[in-house]
């Protein structure tokens, strides 16, 4: 069930380079939530200020202009910054960079580690965090070794292992083939269904955005769109002037109704459609 604001953005807004000649306004007076326990999708052109707005909700970057919020502690403040790592994890598209140990195991432990945390509790961390995501059987493989989406997996497993309430995913599938695009997001649902985590994912892939609760649709650097998929969806026109692509079902029953099917607008998923088109007959 989804409950309060877990983090909230007032009027932030953040420049790079300011002062110089070439400042860029990469958010403008952004209001936003993550809400405890959702699974919210950000979406958004290239450019249009995702990752920016992201990096608030861990304290890789400081509001300089508004408010940020993370389960009631203000990020500006420098005091919470370690608290609000442990609360928010962050994965990023390039799992290389994420990977510091030449084995699994060790890599996955290196987070709860520095928390400082007993010897057993950080085995028992590293084994939950490798049984949830299903990859025991890496354990002592080299992660250089591994496939992409292997990887990817051994990131997540690595910030999985901290506990923090809500995991940051920045594009986690954006190298990776659609197996293993496919096999990293169905671990990440499982994390928001099963474990509880609130996630909140960037990502380009409509396919990956209709599985969310909720979207935000970001554009130069402002929210220009919110709701639930399938309500954001339907508005045809915006989505298209914001640059933004429609899931396949939406496309196929838009194509279908066209065509004199009596279709609803709201289907984003192929089951949807293949309910409708079956109630039809
Ligand atoms: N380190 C930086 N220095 C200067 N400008 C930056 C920096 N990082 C991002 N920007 C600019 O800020 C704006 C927002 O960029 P941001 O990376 O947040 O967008 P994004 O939505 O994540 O894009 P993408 O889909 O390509 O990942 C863009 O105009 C970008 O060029
Ligand atoms: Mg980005």
């Given at each position: 069930?989804?409950?309060?604001?877990?983090?909230?953005?007032?009027?932030?807004?953040?420049?790079?380079?300011?002062?110089?000649?070439?400042?860029?306004?990469?958010?403008?007076?952004?209001?936003?939530?993550?809400?405890?326990?959702?699974?919210?999708?950000?979406?958004?052109?290239?450019?249009?200020?995702?990752?920016?707005?992201?990096?608030?909700?861990?304290?890789?970057?400081?509001?300089?202009?508004?408010?940020v919020l993370v389960d009631g502690l203000s990020a500006a403040d420098k005091e919470n910054?370690?608290?609000?790592?442990?609360?928010?994890?962050?994965?990023?598209?390039?799992?290389?960079?994420?990977?510091?140990?030449?084995?699994?195991?060790?890599?996955?432990?290196?987070?709860?580690?520095?928390?400082?945390?007993?010897?057993?509790?950080?085995?028992?961390?590293?084994?939950?965090?490798?049984?949830?995501?299903?990859?025991?059987?890496?354990?002592?493989?080299?992660?250089?070794?591994?496939?992409?989406?292997?990887?990817?997996?051994?990131?997540?497993?690595?910030?999985?292992?901290?506990?923090?309430?809500?995991?940051?995913?920045?594009?986690?599938?954006?190298?990776?083939?659609?197996?293993?695009?496919?096999?990293?997001?169905?671990?990440?649902?499982?994390?928001?269904?099963?474990?509880?985590?609130?996630?909140?994912?960037?990502?380009?892939?409509?396919?990956?955005?209709?599985?969310?609760?909720?979207?935000?649709?970001?554009?130069?650097?402002?929210?220009?769109?919110?709701?639930?998929?399938?309500?954001?969806?339907?508005?045809?026109?915006?989505?298209?002037?914001?640059?933004?692509?429609?899931?396949?079902?939406?496309?196929?029953?838009?194509?279908?109704?066209?065509?004199?099917?009596?279709?609803?607008?709201?289907?984003?998923?192929?089951?949807?459609?293949?309910?409708?088109?079956?109630?039809?007959?």
């Amino acid at each position: 069930m989804i409950l309060n604001p877990f983090i909230e953005t007032t009027d932030l807004s953040f420049s790079y380079r300011t002062g110089s000649s070439n400042a860029v306004r990469a958010l403008k007076k952004v209001n936003m939530q993550v809400k405890l326990g959702e699974l919210l999708a950000i979406t958004g052109q290239n450019g249009s200020g995702k990752s920016t707005l992201a990096r608030h909700f861990n304290g890789l970057l400081t509001a300089r202009e508004g408010k940020v919020l993370v389960d009631g502690l203000s990020a500006a403040d420098k005091e919470n910054t370690a608290a609000i790592r442990r609360l928010v994890g962050m994965v990023f598209q390039n799992p290389d960079n994420q990977l510091v140990s030449s084995i699994v195991e060790e890599d996955i432990a290196f987070g709860p580690e520095n928390l400082g945390l007993p010897p057993a509790e950080i085995r028992e961390r590293v084994d939950w965090a490798l049984d949830t995501l299903n990859i025991s059987n890496l354990r002592r493989e080299s992660p250089n070794q591994l496939s992409e989406g292997q990887k990817q997996l051994v990131a997540i497993a690595g910030v999985l292992a901290m506990k923090p309430r809500c995991i940051v995913l920045d594009e986690p599938t954006a190298h990776l083939d659609p197996r293993g695009r496919r096999e990293v997001i169905e671990n990440v649902l499982c994390l928001n269904r099963i474990e509880g985590i609130t996630i909140v994912l960037l990502t380009h892939f409509m396919s990956e955005v209709v599985n969310c609760d909720r979207m935000i649709v970001m554009d130069k650097g402002e929210v220009k769109m919110e709701g639930a998929p399938c309500d954001v969806f339907r508005q045809g026109e915006k989505i298209l002037n914001l640059g933004l692509d429609f899931p396949v079902a939406a496309r196929l029953s838009a194509g279908l109704r066209r065509k004199g099917f009596p279709l609803p607008d709201h289907i984003i998923h192929i089951e949807e459609l293949i309910d409708s088109l079956c109630q039809l007959k």
